[in-house]
C-alpha cells in the first residue's frame, strides 16, 4: 500500500519563527488533506489540498501531485500551533485515508 | 458550518464490556468511515461504510468490531468485548461522494478501557 511520510518528526521553534513542514508519499493519489491535532486530541481540518496551492492566514500548503510531495508552510508561528500535524491522503483507485506519520511541534514563548 | 458529530466524547469501560461509539456524519454525506490512534501513533483507517453495507475494512476490524446506519443518521461503531488494548482515540469522517472531494473527521472519542 502506499507510504505516508512526514518530515520533520519534530520540530522546537521560538515564537514568531517560521516553518516548513513537509509530507512524501509514495503512490499517485486523489486527495490530500492537513490536519492539527490540538492537545485534546481534536483532528482539525486545515486544507484539503490535492493539488495547488492555498493560504489561510499564517498557514500555507502546496501539494506537487506528479512530484509526491506536500508542504506545510507556518508563518510567524505562535504557542497555540503547538501540536501534531499530520497529512492525510487517498491513493488513486481508493476511498479511504492513510496518514502520514506526524510532525510533532512545540513553539516557545 | 456543517460538522460530524461524536458521543461520548470520552468513555470508560470494564474489560470484557461491550462498547457502542456513535457519530453523526453530515446529512448529505453517503461514504462513512472510522479511524482509531492509539496514544502516541499515527491515525490508523478502521473500517469505510457506503450504500448500507462496509465497503472496505482493515486487518484490525475483526470480529470483535461491527458498524451500523441504525437510521440514516446516526452511524455506530460496536465493541463486543473490549480488550485493554482498545484503548485509543476513535474518529468518524464523512465525505459527500468517494472521488475528489474533501472528508470531514468528528472531534473525537477517548476510549479508555480499564
Known amino acids: 500500500g502506499i507510504q505516508v511520510e512526514q518530515s520533520p518528526p519534530d520540530l522546537i521553534l521560538q515564537e514568531g519563527a517560521n516553518s516548513t513542514l513537509r509530507c512524501n508519499f509514495s503512490?499517485?493519489?486523489?486527495?490530500l488533506q492537513w490536519f492539527h491535532q490540538n492537545p485534546w486530541g481534536q483532528l482539525i481540518n486545515l486544507f484539503y489540498?490535492?493539488?495547488g496551492t492555498k493560504q489561510n492566514g499564517r498557514l500555507s500548503a502546496t501539494t506537487v501531485a506528479t512530484e509526491r510531495y506536500s508542504l506545510l508552510y507556518i508563518s510567524s508561528s505562535q504557542t497555540t500551533d503547538s501540536g501534531v500535524y499530520f497529512c492525510?491522503?487517498?491513493?488513486?483507485?481508493?476511498?479511504?485515508?492513510?496518514f502520514g506519520t506526524g510532525t510533532r511541534l512545540k513553539v516557545l514563548a | 458550518e456543517p460538522e460530524v458529530t461524536q458521543t461520548p466524547s470520552h468513555q470508560v469501560t470494564q474489560m470484557g464490556q461491550e462498547v457502542i461509539l456513535r457519530c453523526v456524519p453530515i446529512?448529505?454525506?453517503?461514504?462513512f468511515y472510522w479511524y482509531r490512534q492509539i496514544l502516541g501513533q499515527k491515525v490508523e483507517f478502521l473500517v469505510s461504510?457506503?450504500?448500507?453495507?462496509?465497503?472496505?475494512k482493515s486487518e484490525i476490524f475483526d470480529d470483535q468490531f461491527s458498524v451500523e446506519r441504525p437510521d440514516g443518521s446516526n452511524f455506530t461503531l460496536k465493541i463486543r468485548s473490549t480488550k485493554l488494548e482498545d484503548s485509543a482515540m476513535y474518529f468518524c469522517?464523512?465525505?459527500?461522494?468517494?472521488?475528489?472531494?474533501?472528508?470531514?473527521f468528528g472531534q473525537g472519542t477517548r476510549l479508555t478501557v480499564v
Open positions: 492525510a491522503v487517498v491513493a488513486s483507485g481508493t476511498y479511504k485515508y492513510i
Open positions: 503512490d499517485s493519489v486523489n486527495n
Open positions: 469522517a464523512s465525505k459527500r461522494q468517494g472521488g475528489e472531494t474533501e472528508a470531514f
Open positions: 489540498i490535492p493539488s
Open positions: 461504510f457506503y450504500n448500507n453495507e462496509i465497503s472496505e
Open positions: 446529512s448529505n454525506h453517503l461514504y
